[in-house]
Structure formats: structure tokens, C-alpha cells
């Protein structure tokens, strides 16, 4: 069966990126190693954007060069002296070294400018052919109609059928969505001779460029701007030729203001229209004509500190050239642009039916887990059954840029806790699309006054008073764990700018445990290069008794088979079965007899020591008729102390990355984040969390 895709556009920006980054997404899930090849590359003079997209996003570990055949311009110069045969045997060549070291290689056709289709159609065939890939067609279809694009469907088919080529499937794109029924419709009606026929509508954000795509293809020198101020979509130009009353009337949200550096005016009107609520927000400010804010201009905009201030780039050609050349820079998917990124993988995975892709690729899967693979199976997890999750930090900028790519991924509903005014201004000045995220303020919501009633009479006994419980659930952590109590959220993820205590405290209070759970603890999900295991509890308890510590490692083994990890338990120690004594380690002996008592049905072994628990080696000295030694994934540990510092050496000396605390053992799920942590790490999170809440929810 198939162990290569060739990706053929007919026509140009046909979004094989997108397309491109989807079916990547989708190998990456299952396989461990897998390339990406791209027969021939537009020049040698620049990274090709494409190739650096899929290398940096999915950690590819090939060079840059074993990843493409050649350039254009070699391509062009061997056509020319009738040795194309070369061209081939070249491509051929490359393409085998590359695929000696991957279980699947995903091919992209070429993307010859200023050639004719007939001749990238018989190329890009030929190559396919020689290179033993089925070919998965996509057409260009903005502005169509649906009789149109049904028939260059068609065309395309045949034309490659005739060349005896395999066809995977078909991806139309850009449809216009008012035509997605009346394409559905007609596409069904024709059958599936060529295999399934994908249809994605046009998206309008990924057809605008950003500031930074302007800026690099315009050679701007950047004034202001960090990279996620430059990653700002440009709608549309506005010329500034006009006095500045006059000019703030014609500004529109996202417009790229296009003056003379010269134009102090213009440039200080565009930055106050910026921070004003009365006025829409723009892309950025690119100034012509070779000139520089004069000095008193430059020190000012030197001085802003506040958070999202718009970009600033110089180029020295005349205004009118410099609008004609930033209106003709196509829109890119760049690899630094997780906005962008976010929005093509959920287009696809939206619009395409993955599990029919993936049977008729036919993917070879490992049995090894890679930490990618393992965080793409979380967000692929929680897709299937949207969880709502609330995020009270909601004025916080790594939570609002997460929480764009959770809602454009679909990885699950979101809720922002915070003044909403407040949210909106730093969204927008971030340059931030919060469409579909619903913002709630704690203390002006009707929800204040029930939310402080039932937090009355749950924490009455304690001595609060009606008016302390009305004050108490205007705190954001307690109002985010009022709405999963009362089942108006799913779960909750915190702590980025707040301690452990703020996030559990209010769970502890309110949602409280699960039935014959006493205490709540944590674990690590530790992704190292080739497998995923399960650390706990490092984060949450100092020292759990015997009875605790049975119930952190059955809670453990259930976190672990959540998320698709076979529970083999070992109980941690010093010692090895009957090889040691003292009290640490029977609290472990005792512990591990507990738990086996309580969930016969899960193997748990113990004491035990790491290296007997890790290697199978060790093992069969240690312990030969073990079920779980040399190949445990959970591993419970005495003590706070021994797990945190555990963990962290593992992360730092094996270069793992580790995922969590996970909280374990509440009645609905709430998740701490560190406060340092990524932005990554916050969607990470989420999914994990929401994934936890469909547990809870069955």
C-alpha cells in the first residue's frame, strides 16, 4: 500500500499548505518518522518558506537539503539542454535517501512561476510515477461556479488517470461558502470513481498577508514591532494623502496605512486612532520614500511601552510603488504564525473526514510514541466531544492568544473571566480575533448573587458570612469553579498569573472530591523521545501516608489510561520486593498491598527501584516475574520531595518535555499552569483538561 502522497495543485494558490500542514498533522498522530519532500524549490537564493513551515512545526530532523531535488533555475537550465531524464534521475535519488529514513514521506508538487500548467501537469505526473506516490489533487476554485469547478474536477481526474497515476482523493478549495450545499450536492451525485472528494470554503484570513510577510518580501527595515505584533493580518492598503482629520475618517479595522516618513502627523494620528476605542484598530504603519520619523517622532515611539503597539516598517521606494508592491505580496502560511496555522488546521479538519483520509493512505503505525505525536493526539482527542472550559485569566496575554488557536483548532469552548472592556482593548491591540469566546465579568454578572447563595450554604459551617460569600465568588478562580459546580463549564485552567493555592483552594471547597477519593494529587505526563510515562505525584502532596499514597497511584493508573497510555504501575523506592527495610519503605510495601486490594484488576508492583521499574535489563535480576518491571509507564513516588525533583531531572537531562501538574481526583476537572508557562503549554493544557471533563461527563 501507499507509503507516499504527492500533493498536485492545479492553479496557482490553491493552499497546498494547507492542505499540506492537514495531512502532516494527521502522519505526525501515528508515525515517528516521517518527511516531507518537495521535488523541486523555487530558488536557493531564499529558505523556501514551505518546506521551513513543515521542518519547524513538526520537528523534522533532516537537513534543510535532503528535504528537495533541486531549483527552479537547475530545473530550467537542464530542461533547456534536453536533459530532463537527469532532472528525474535527480529527483529520484534525493527522494530515496530521504524515504530510507521514513515510514511515510509526503511529497509536494512543484510550483514552477511563470511556466505553463500543461508542462507542471506532466511533470509533476511523471514524478509521481517514478516515485511510486498516489496523488492527492487539488483545485483552486475562488471565484467558481459549481458547473466550473465540477468540470476542472473532472479534467484534472482524467488527465491524470490517463497518465496512470493513482488518485488518493480530491481537495476543492476556496469554495464560496454560500455554495458549499450546491457543491456537496453535485460532487455526491457523481459517486467516488477517483476516490473521495474533500470541499473547504474560502477563508478569508488566510488569504491576507501579515505585516511581517510585507515586510520580508519588501526588504522594510522594522522601526517597531515585535514577531507577534509583525504576524498582524493586513485587510487592506490606505494611502495616507490627505490631512489627518480628513485621513482618520477613512481608517477600516486592519488597514495597513501606507505614508511618507516624513508624515509625523499621519504617524502619530494612526498610533492614537490605535489606542483609542473610537477608532478601529490598524495592521501597522509602512512608511515610504526612504525617510525616518524625525528624531523627537523616533523617541517618543522609542518611549511606548504599552503592550501591542502597531508595527512600524520603512522602505525607500515612492509611496505609489511601495502601495503597488505591498498590494501584490501574497498571503503565506509562515512557520513563526500560529495564528494562521491554527486556522488552516481547523479548515481542514473540519472539512475533511480524517479517519476515511487515513484508512485509504493505509498508515503503517508504531508502536512508540513521540512527544508530538502524544500532544497531537490530545487536541485530536478533545475534538471529538467540545468540552467547555473556563479560563479565568482572562485579561492575560498568553491566555488570549491561546485561546484564539483553542477556538480555531475546535479543541474546545472557551470562556474568558475578566472586564470585558478590558479583554477586547488587549485582544485588539494584540491584534487577536476573540469571535465565538464568550466573556464573562465576576462582578457585574447576573450569575454573582446564585453563585454567592450556594457558596453560602456550602461554606456556612466554616463561619462566612452571606456578605464574605458574595465578595468571595467575584474572585475569578472561585467564579470559574462556581460555573463548573453549577454546570455552566465543563472545567476550568488557571495559574498563569496566579499560585497553586489560588486554582485548587476554590476546587477543594466547592467541586470537592470523587466518591472514595480522599485527596487530590497531580501527575506529570513526561513525553520522552520515544514513549510517554506518568510521574506522580510531583506537585501536590509532601507526604502521603500509606492510604494516600495507594489512592495517588490508582488515581494515576485511571489519569494514564484517559489519555491512551496502558497503566503498568510501579510503586517507587529504595529498594527492590523484600530487599529492603525501614519505615520509607514500607510505606511503599503497605501502600502498594492497599491499592492492589482496593483495584485488583491493575498491575502494581512494589517497592521498587527506578532502574528495576525502567530497564528490562535490570528487571530480570530484580525482578523476573514481574508484570511491570522494565516496562512500567506510571510511576508513583514516596514523597513530594523524591517526584519533584525526579521529574525535573528527567526533563532536563533527557530533554523530555513534561506536561502537567495534572490535577487528579476532583469531581470535575481544574488544572494549575505554571507561571512561566508557554503558550503551548496553556493549550496543552486545556485539551488535557478537556479530555478529563469528557471522562467526568460519561
Do not use: W
Given at each position: ?7 498536485v ?5 490553491s ?5 499540506a500542514?492537514?495531512?502532516?498533522e ?11 519532500f518537495?521535488p ?17 512545526r ?7 537539503d535532503e ?13 533547456a ?5 537527469l ?16 515510514d ?6 512543484t ?6 500548467l500543461?508542462?507542471?501537469f506532466?511533470f509533476?505526473?511523471e514524478v509521481a ?8 489533487l ?7 461556479s459549481?458547473?466550473d469547478?465540477?468540470d ?6 482524467d488527465?491524470?488517470l ?10 476543492v478549495?476556496?469554495v ?12 455526491t451525485?457523481?459517486?467516488r ?14 488569504g491576507?498577508?501579515?505585516?511581517g510577510e510585507i ?5 522594510a ?6 514577531s ?7 485587510a ?17 479595522e486592519g ?15 494612526s498610533l492614537a486612532?490605535?489606542?483609542?476605542s ?11 520614500g526612504?525617510?525616518?520619523p ?5 523617541r517618543?515611539?522609542?518611549g511606548?511601552s504599552?503592550?501591542g ?21 501574497p498571503?503565506?502560511l ?6 494562521k496555522?491554527?486556522t ?21 503505525k508504531?508502536r512508540?510514541v ?10 485530536e ?11 479565568p485569566?482572562?485579561?492575560e496575554?498568553?491566555i488570549?492568544?491561546?485561546?484564539e ?8 469552548e ?12 488587549t485582544?485588539s491591540?494584540?491584534?487577536l ?10 462582578a457585574?454578572?447576573p450569575?454573582?448573587e446564585d ?11 466554616k463561619?462566612i458570612?452571606?456578605k464574605t460569600?458574595f465578595d ?8 470559574g ?20 493555592g ?14 472514595g477519593?480522599?485527596?487530590?494529587s497531580?501527575v506529570?505526563l ?6 510517554v510515562l506518568?510521574?506522580g505525584?510531583?506537585a501536590?502532596?509532601?507526604?502521603p501516608?500509606a492510604?494516600?499514597l ?11 489510561k484517559?489519555?491512551?497510555i496502558d497503566?503498568?504501575?510501579a ?5 527492590t ?20 486490594a ?5 498491575k502494581?508492583?512494589g517497592?521498587i ?6 530497564d528490562?535489563g ?8 514481574s508484570?511491570?518491571a522494565g ?6 513516588f ?5 517526584g ?6 528527567v526533563?532536563r537531562?533527557?530533554n523530555?518535555v ?27 493544557t486545556?485539551?488535557i ?9 460519561t
Amino acid at each position: 500500500m501507499a507509503q507516499s502522497v504527492y500533493i498536485v495543485a492545479i492553479g496557482p494558490q490553491s493552499g497546498k499548505s494547507v492542505v499540506a500542514l492537514g495531512i502532516m498533522e494527521l502522519l505526525s498522530r501515528r508515525l515517528r518518522r516521517v518527511g516531507y519532500f518537495r521535488p523541486i524549490i523555487p530558488t536557493h537564493d531564499a529558505v523556501d518558506n514551505n518546506l521551513q513551515l513543515i521542518k519547524n512545526r513538526y520537528r523534522l530532523e533532516f537537513a534543510y537539503d535532503e528535504m528537495f531535488a533541486m531549483s527552479h533555475d537547475e530545473a530550467q537550465h537542464l530542461t533547456a539542454e534536453g536533459n530532463t531524464d537527469l532532472i528525474l534521475k535527480t529527483i529520484l535519488d534525493k527522494y530515496k535517501q530521504l524515504e530510507s529514513k521514513c515510514d511515510f514521506v509526503l511529497c509536494e508538487g512543484t510550483d514552477f512561476s511563470g511556466l505553463s500548467l500543461p508542462f507542471e501537469f506532466e511533470f509533476n505526473a511523471e514524478v509521481a510515477n517514478n516515485l511510486g506516490c498516489t496523488i492527492l489533487l487539488l483545485l483552486n476554485c475562488h471565484a467558481k461556479s459549481p458547473e466550473d469547478i465540477l468540470d476542472a474536477l473532472h479534467v484534472a481526474q482524467d488527465s491524470f488517470l490517463k497518465k496512470g497515476c493513482t488518485i488518493l482523493a480530491s481537495v476543492v478549495n476556496r469554495v464560496e461558502p454560500d455554495l458549499m450545499g450546491t457543491m456537496q450536492e453535485k460532487i455526491t451525485a457523481c459517486g467516488r470513481e477517483c476516490g473521495p472528494v474533500y470541499i473547504l470554503p474560502e477563508e478569508p484570513f488566510l488569504g491576507k498577508p501579515t505585516v511581517g510577510e510585507i515586510a520580508k518580501a519588501l526588504n522594510a527595515k522594522i522601526i517597531m514591532g515585535d514577531s507577534e505584533e509583525m504576524n498582524r493580518e493586513v485587510a487592506d492598503f490606505k494611502v495616507a494623502a490627505m490631512s489627518l482629520p480628513h485621513f482618520l475618517d477613512h481608517l477600516v479595522e486592519g488597514d495597513l496605512i501606507i505614508a511618507p516618513g516624513d508624515r509625523s502627523e499621519i504617524i502619530l494620528g494612526s498610533l492614537a486612532a490605535n489606542f483609542s476605542s473610537t477608532y478601529p484598530s490598524i495592521a501597522g504603519l509602512l512608511l515610504s520614500g526612504g525617510f525616518l520619523p524625525d528624531p523627537q517622532i523616533s523617541r517618543l515611539l522609542q518611549g511606548l511601552s504599552y503592550r501591542g503597539t502597531v508595527p512600524i516598517i520603512s522602505v525607500q521606494t515612492d509611496t505609489f510603488t511601495t502601495a503597488m508592491n505591498a498590494s501584490n505580496v501574497p498571503p503565506m502560511l509562515t512557520p513563526d504564525n500560529d495564528r494562521k496555522i491554527a486556522t488552516a488546521l481547523g479548515l481542514f479538519e473540519t472539512h475533511v473526514n480524517l479517519s476515511e483520509l487515513e484508512s485509504r493512505i493505509s498508515l503503517v503505525k508504531s508502536r512508540r510514541v513521540t512527544p508530538i505525536m502524544f500532544e497531537y493526539n490530545l487536541v485530536e482527542m478533545a475534538q471529538k466531544q467540545r468540552q467547555h472550559i473556563v479560563l479565568p485569566e482572562g485579561a492575560e496575554e498568553r491566555i488570549l492568544r491561546a485561546s484564539e488557536i483553542l477556538i480555531r483548532r475546535g479543541v474546545a469552548e472557551i470562556t474568558l473571566l475578566g472586564n470585558p472592556e478590558e479583554i477586547r482593548g488587549t485582544a485588539s491591540n494584540l491584534g487577536l480575533d476573540l469571535t465565538g469566546i464568550e466573556i464573562i465579568d465576576p462582578a457585574t454578572s447576573p450569575f454573582r448573587e446564585d453563585f454567592s447563595q450556594t457558596y453560602f450554604a456550602l461554606r456556612s459551617h466554616k463561619g462566612i458570612t452571606e456578605k464574605t460569600a458574595f465578595d468571595t465568588v467575584a474572585d475569578v478562580n472561585y467564579f470559574g469553579t462556581m460555573m463548573i459546580h453549577k454546570g455552566l463549564a465543563d472545567g476550568m485552567v488557571s495559574g498563569s498569573v496566579h499560585t497553586t493555592g489560588d486554582t485548587i483552594r476554590p476546587a477543594l471547597q466547592i467541586i470537592r472530591t470523587q466518591p472514595g477519593v480522599s485527596i487530590v494529587s497531580s501527575v506529570f505526563l513526561m513525553c520522552l523521545a520515544d514513549r510517554v510515562l506518568v510521574y506522580g505525584d510531583c506537585a501536590v502532596n509532601p507526604d502521603p501516608n500509606a492510604q494516600q499514597l495507594a489512592e495517588i497511584a490508582i488515581s494515576s493508573a485511571e489519569t494514564a489510561k484517559l489519555y491512551g497510555i496502558d497503566p503498568l504501575v510501579a510503586m517507587c523506592s529504595y529498594a527492590t520486593g523484600a530487599s529492603g527495610k525501614g519505615a520509607d519503605v514500607d510505606k511503599v510495601r503497605e501502600a502498594t498491598r492497599i491499592a492492589n486490594a482496593l483495584r485488583p484488576d491493575l498491575k502494581i508492583e512494589g517497592p521498587i527501584q527506578y532502574d528495576a521499574a525502567v530497564d528490562a535489563g535490570v528487571a530480570k535480576t530484580k525482578l523476573p516475574d514481574s508484570q511491570v518491571a522494565g516496562k512500567a509507564t506510571v510511576f508513583i513516588f514516596p514523597d513530594l520531595n523524591t517526584g519533584n525533583n525526579l521529574y525535573k531531572a528527567v526533563q532536563r537531562s533527557a530533554n523530555a518535555v513534561a506536561i502537567g501538574p495534572v490535577l487528579q481526583g476532583l469531581n470535575k476537572p481544574v488544572n494549575d499552569l505554571s507561571r512561566g508557562c508557554t503558550v503551548p503549554d496553556i493549550v496543552n493544557t486545556v485539551a488535557i483538561t478537556a479530555i478529563q471533563a469528557q471522562a467526568t461527563s460519561t
